[in-house]
């Protein structure tokens, strides 16, 4: 084995370039033996730069024995970047027998209905559930997530989106939270929506939970609708520190308590944004365009549109057709900024083409766009 170490480290630049930054992660794990750490086998590789070497890959061990593990993932789809990555993080990958710890698992996945891209992600993404039993762990998680939302394909798009799910011990984690929410009312088409939608909600401690949960329903929302499921993303994504300092920065604009409230109500996802587009949005709404605190109040969603892609562009073509009186009446932000582009440029510059010709240029123009 030393001498094989010898003679990766003697070769040359040449040699390394066309070499596979693959075949050297293998090679560490192998030469250094199992008992590696991570960490160490991790410096080495961080060495390499960019994974431009990942090409003409033949992978063996020191012996000149192809390594069946890196065969077994390449011909299961597994990119050579995710392969690496697989090893790296996990090294005694290297030593297990393909056909009794990896195949079950792909043999799962493909039963479920996970396959191709999806599956590679998946078990790079969360490299120890290779070791997972699929009988006494995989197999049940799947289950109880199927029981919770009465679909396979809404139990398969859960797993999609947060496959560490499949780690947790069901019965002491994820099962007493769903108990939690239907001890406070919530219904069961909120519940399956929390759980296909949004299920790293539920990687909580339950106590934590429950406070979200309380802290949702003890500012009005209605645990039988999908702005109850939000509200729960918002507090469990957010400090109370931090939802304060996002409050203030309303309150610079004038904004009571009552309205904020009312805003959160409405849609209480945008105080996920950060205090600087917050403050961005409400400069550029109230000073610049003269939008009272009520009428985005009522539509905070706004919010969270880019301002140069979106806000700016469309309230531009408003301002102008509003100067020329083509426009009578109030005009909502809602019905301005929330239908589809398509949608928009029929309203309100295809419909002015002859009255005001100047739109087009001025909303492509706004987007930067250059023909």
């Known amino acids: 084995m030393s001498g094989f ?55 063996e061990s020191p012996e000149g024995t192809p390594v069946p593990v890196v065969g077994f993932l390449k011909n299961h789809g597994f990119s050579d970047a995710q392969i690496s990555k697989l090893i790296t993080s996990l090294p005694r990958l290297v030593s297990c027998d393909p056909e009794q710890t990896l195949l079950p698992k792909v043999e799962f996945f493909n039963s479920i209905g996970i396959t191709g891209p999806a599956f590679t992600r998946i078990l790079t993404q969360v490299p120890q559930m290779w070791f997972r039993s699929v009988i006494k762990g995989l197999a049940p998680c799947y289950d109880f997530i199927k029981s919770v939302v009465f679909s396979e394909d809404r139990a398969v798009v859960s797993l999609k989106r947060a496959p560490r ?12 939270n769903i108990a939690s929410l239907r001890k406070f009312g919530v219904t069961q088409p909120v519940v399956s929506f929390l759980v296909s939608c949004y299920p790293n909600i539920l990687l909580q401690a339950n106590a934590n939970f429950e406070k979200h949960v309380r802290e949702a329903l003890g500012m009005g929302f209605d645990p039988k609708t999908s702005a109850f499921v939000h509200a729960l993303r918002v507090f469990v994504g957010t400090t109370e520190l931090t939802r304060e300092r996002k409050k203030v ?113 001025l909303y492509k123009g706004k987007l930067g766009v250059r023909e």
């Open 249 to 361: 920065v309303f309150r610079r604009f004038g904004w009571s308590d009552d309205e904020i409230l009312l805003a959160l109500k409405t849609n209480p996802m945008f105080l996920m944004l950060s205090e600087k587009k917050i403050s961005d949005g409400l400069d550029f709404l109230m000073n610049k365009m003269g939008w009272q605190r009520d009428a985005v109040a009522r539509v905070p969603m706004v919010l969270c549109y880019s301002l140069n892609n979106r806000v700016i562009p469309r309230l531009s073509v408003v301002q102008v057709l509003q100067s020329e009186g083509l426009l009578n009446g109030d005009i909502h932000l809602s019905s301005v900024l929330i239908p589809t582009e398509k949608t928009f440029l029929a309203r309100f510059v295809i419909k002015y083409e002859e009255q005001a010709p100047q739109l087009l240029n």
């Open 165 to 176: 799910i499949l780690m947790s011990n069901m019965q002491n984690s994820i099962a007493p």
């Open 5 to 59: 170490l010898c003679n990766t480290l003697r070769r040359s630049a040449t040699d390394v370039q066309n070499s596979s930054f693959l075949l050297d992660v293998v090679s560490l794990v192998l030469v250094r033996g199992l008992s590696s750490s991570t960490k160490k086998i991790s410096k080495a590789a961080g060495q390499h730069k960019k994974a431009s070497t990942f090409r003409k890959l033949h992978f």
